[in-house]
């Protein structure tokens, strides 16, 4: 299994960043999904992710609103848009796999098998 997250990079305070998640070894379709992020000195934390039983998505209070998670069938990703940015949002964000995914997806570290390397995003005026 092998995880790509791209669409990283510097934005400004208020604006909008779109990170895509692709993977090979595995079909998306039939795991849960998750988006996390990690800032300098804290722990790896969940944002969003989305679940294959129910297609339901969950976010993270301090994202509820900003960022919106979805399955993209026809490019066979998983995408994390990211609207009204803040410099606390500044951090690696990466995406990972639930290989079981036997109910609905949550965002603790260690229900999710796979990972990506990470892309970095910045949010700095």
């Known amino acids: 299994v092998h995880l790509v997250e791209s669409g990283g990079g510097l934005v400004q305070p208020g604006g909008s960043l779109r990170l895509s998640c692709a993977g090979s070894?595995?079909?998306?379709?039939?795991?849960?999904i998750g988006w996390f992020r990690q800032a300098p000195g804290k722990q790896r934390e969940g944002v969003s992710c989305?679940?294959?039983?129910?297609?339901?998505?969950y976010s993270a209070d301090s994202v509820k609103g900003r960022f919106t998670i979805s399955r993209e069938y026809a490019k066979n990703t998983v995408d994390l848009q990211m609207n009204r940015v803040k410099s606390e949002d500044t951090a690696v964000y990466y995406c990972?796999?639930?290989?079981?995914?036997?109910?609905?997806?949550?965002?603790?570290?260690?229900?999710?098998?796979?990972w990506g390397q990470g892309t970095q995003v910045t949010v700095s005026s």
């Open positions: 070894g595995f079909t998306p379709d039939f795991h849960n």
């Open positions: 989305t679940s294959v039983s129910d297609n339901s998505t």
């Open positions: 990972a796999v639930d290989r079981e995914s036997s109910s609905v997806c949550g965002l603790e570290v260690d229900e999710y098998d796979w």
